[in-house]
């Protein structure tokens, strides 16, 4: 194979006129989050400035007119954003992305920017549960910061007062910039999360100022994009080089990537590891401790828009915890593995479709699936124990382990395959139910542990280390 | 506790006086519905993958319709049954079907339900309890938790805080049912005042109309309904009233503001407001087979008084209720819709809400 050494390549083109002149100006979403399906519609009227910037002002509100780059280039980070955004953005208010981790808020901040330049001011809001302030590892510092107010203002400060400057002063040591940011605020609230003292239930919202009448535009960018890459084909305004759900111009040598330092993990004494491997013609076999683990990888990975958007919603939707995903290489993390939460049969589908343009076979991949029901959703579970005529049993002493009752465990199955079609052809992994969380039922796909070092390095990698990844990466052209 | 006949059981599960009506039923095909898990057991195929409780509701309704149970089905009941034994009790299912092996171990161990639901098959069926009832009672008292409520501790683990009405509440009846059917006296079961305070307590403040229903069959099998019914008898009725819907013309299982309302993200026990009323603004409720007929037994063979005036007020519209169920497969049920998810959670009709829909109008036309 020929390596060429360089950037990775941009996917497609976005063309806002052509976008926006295929529906007249007038966009219709259907949003369907959360069990819950948003009809969003909003009108633009817009026109050119010049080559490359249009304006754009939704119908009859001048005030509210915007200019930007008419073109938007779509590289492998514009869809990992896509994603992310469709997973955990705003969908309602302002454009605006909630998350406690300072990486993904930046990379969220500057894709936003990136669309709309210079467009909107930022707002960040800062959220916490009054119970983590009942810490006793957090006095100390309590009373400094105590000490430090009352010398600034001549008398004793609020506990409140003293709280917000606490985490303003743990903001502005995190060195979060979200690009002209106007305002910090800071809710404290026996409402947010968590009921145990001490715990964090810590969350970073960015807004977008005055974006309100925008969300539609960008939701309607994303969705078509998203919808475009699933139908395999051009949309009105968006623009593939190649088959977006299947080609690219960049390819990973996943053999070489293996062998390198981006596929290596610390063992609990301290040293690095990699994964064991054979090769053959078509794929990598790769495994850690023991080959009865192994997991076959295609030889080469093309960097599809499909596999960017899926790391992108995996980003937003996945269950291994953020942190763990930037600190695995760097220290020994148990229990990293893959897990897919979604509610919707799109992002599922999404899921598997992209995850096999990496990994070969299922049955070394998926271990299970199972239906998480959530705290609101109890009464309607309950009132089918009674349809049923069996108890609702929980499992585990928190009642967050293996529901009971075999006829729920059952029924459950049938519902979700009835909801979400995709998961018919993964029927025979269901596994169980779990009464958890406080959400929708939902399903939560769990995959075997050999394969998660690879897939979260790639991720980590095709997101935040473009150039870690280059020296890996071969021409696609050359592969055929 | 012996039965002479099947309908005297029946009589007994349900602790119902009234007679059923079937006149206005199509009975050949109310008996293909009921029939159909039996048929299941026909089949090599699936016959393994038959649960007790569906075999229980559905022999419920034949015996119901006094259908005839041939020998060859009843032999086929039989081979589940004993493939669900474990030596002190029943599981949900056969140990050795295909189903079985992708269930957790815990869901696979012997409890109350499906132990009561067996026993109950092979009193049905006219069978002898004697050969599992020693098995059952060296392990039975050990289901009696000293908080009062009755499971299977190896079972469900949960603290009886995070633990659902439903489960404690019918556990507790099941538990009950299971311990007059092996001839013991209610009294002598363990933590007999415990048990009655719970299920008082829950009758003060009740949040879901089948366990309200439970609730007061318990104490009506423990013998302490007559003496609780005066002092229980508005807070009951204003309950059942509440869940009353004209447009429906039938009752509702729960409200949301009672069940929808948690000390989670923002919602706090008894929190009202545009933030709690948020949280359910997309879910569905629709007056239910189950908590109209319950509602009309609460009214008829429970509390009478202030209830039962109601119910009267409001016969015609009830009647009407369970006229304009729609029969689906020969079958009735209340489809459970979740948000504005398109497909429904669980089945749309089933054998309990057939047989309900049975009892409830035959309630309702008392009125």
Known sequence: MKKVKRKLANLGEINLVELLQACNGSITIQLIDAGMIRDQEMEYEFELVDTESICIMPKGKEKSRIIIPSKIVVSPKLL?????????????????????????????????????????????????????????????????????????????????????????????????????TEKVSITISPKKGGEIKGKRSYEIIVEKLNSRLFLPFLLYIIKQTIDSILESKQFPGIHWFLDPNKEAFDCLDVEKYIQSDRCKYLTPSGRKRGYSKRTNDSHVQIYKSSPATLVKIRKVIYVTPLLCIMFGIYWAEGTTTKKKLFTFRERNETNLGIGFNSSENKSLHLFFDAIFQIFLEPNELISCWLVKIGAKYHAETNALGSKLGVPIARGGPGGDGIARSAEITRVAKEWATNQFPIMRSWAKYYSHVEFTGAGIPRIDIRCRPTSALFFFSLMVDLTFCEDAIYPFLVDCRSVK | MTFTSASEFISWHYLIETPLRLSKYNQRSLTDFF????????????????????????????????????????????????????????????????????????????????????????????????????????????????????????????????????????????????????????????????????????????????????????????????????????????????????????????????????????????????????????????????????SLWLGIEGVRNKLLDFLKLKGKLIVQFFDDQKCVDGGYGTPIKIAKYTATFGPDVTSIETCNHIMGSSLASIL
């Open chain 2, 35 to 294: 029939y159909r898990p039996i048929s299941y057991l026909h089949d090599e195929k699936t016959r393994s993958n038959v649960f007790i409780s569906d075999v229980f509701h559905s022999l419920v309704g034949l015996y119901i319709l006094n259908a005839t149970i041939l020998d060859a089905d009843k032999n086929n009941i039989d081979y589940l049954i004993k493939g669900c034994w474990t030596s002190k009790g029943f599981t949900p299912i056969r140990r050795d079907s295909p189903y079985a092996k992708i269930l957790n171990r815990k869901l696979l161990l012997e409890d109350v339900y499906s132990t009561y639901y067996c026993l109950g098959i092979l009193i049905l069926m006219g069978r002898d309890i004697g050969p599992y009832s020693e098995g059952i009672l060296g392990n039975f008292k050990s289901w009696f938790q000293s908080t009062g409520w009755i499971y299977n501790a190896d079972w469900t683990e949960t603290i009886i805080e995070r633990r659902l009405d439903i489960e404690l509440i019918q556990q507790a009846l099941m538990g009950l049912k299971l311990g007059l059917l092996l001839g013991t006296e209610h009294r002598d079961l363990p933590y007999d005042e415990q048990r009655l305070s719970n299920l008082l307590g829950y009758i003060e403040k009740p949040r879901y109309m089948t366990s309200l229903y439970h609730a007061v069959l318990c104490l009506k099998l423990m013998q302490q309904w007559d003496k609780s019914k005066e002092k229980y008898n508005d807070v009951i009725a204003s309950y059942v009233i509440s869940h009353f819907e004209e447009n429906e013309k039938g009752f509702r299982e729960y409200q949301f503001g009672d069940v929808k309302i948690f000390n989670y993200r923002g919602m706090e026990d008894g929190a009202k407001g545009a933030t709690a009323k948020h949280r359910f603004q997309s879910d569905y409720i629709t007056s239910s087979i189950n908590a109209t007929t319950y």
């Open chain 1, 80 to 180: 990992i954003f896509f994603g992310m955004y469709d997973g955990d953005g705003n969908k309602t208010g302002n454009i605006g992305f909630a998350q406690n981790n300072t990486e993904l808020q930046t990379f969220v901040a500057d894709a936003i920017e990136f669309i709309f330049p210079k467009a909107f001011k930022s707002k960040v809001n800062i959220l916490e549960s009054s119970k983590f302030f009942e810490s006793d590892e957090i006095q100390h510092d309590l009373q400094r910061i105590g000490n430090t107010i009352r010398k600034e203002i001549g008398q004793s400060p609020s506990k409140e007062e003293v709280q917000k400057r606490y985490l303003l002063e743990e903001f502005s040591k995190m060195g979060f910039q979200v690009g002209t």
